[in-house]
């Protein structure tokens, strides 16, 4: 399957399975909210160029948007967590070898820890970033905190289930010239 029609088919099935599954379980004492769609982001391949993340972070955010009413509230976040993805993979990897011999970013291309890390920062900004916006409607510093810090814990463990779930254990490129 070519990269860009697995990526269309997860772009559609993340938004499904967000909208349809996960928005449709009652809230933890309204502090545990999972989310798992903005995981397209993160296995963009390497190679996608910042202009195109930001689109595809903004169109993603703006699907989900679409979807539950709340415009801008998931839009916001994507961009953002699109916008730092290049400059965290660079800063967790300074070798360029890993961009050049596999194509995403997973737990084999990557390394178990700095997958982690990386997934680990991306989901927290994420999350805060929507609790805050979220907050600035309802107030409450403390129950912005913890709903952050519960509903990244619980996404992190969906994040990984979905890791094990979907193998998506690359070989390594080869270049042919």
Known sequence: MSTLVRNIVRFILFILVQVFVL?????LH?????????????WLPFKTGRRTLLVLGFLLGFSLDAFTG???LHSAPCV?????RPFLIKLLLPREEVEVNFREPSA???????????VTILTFVHHTILFFLQA??????????VKSLFSTAVSLLL?????LLFNRKQGLKVNLV
Do not use: K
């Open 108 to 118: 084999w291309s990557l390394g178990v820890a700095p997958y982690l890390t990386y």
């Open 23 to 27: 928005n449709q379980i009652p809230p």
């Open 30 to 42: 309204h502090l545990v909210v999972p989310y798992l769609y903005f995981l397209f982001i993160l």
């Open 136 to 145: 600035l409607q309802t107030g409450g510093l403390v129950y912005f905190l």
């Open 159 to 163: 994040v990984l289930l979905t890791e």
């Open 80 to 84: 953002v967590i699109a916008y730092l």
């Open 70 to 72: 709340t415009f801008g």
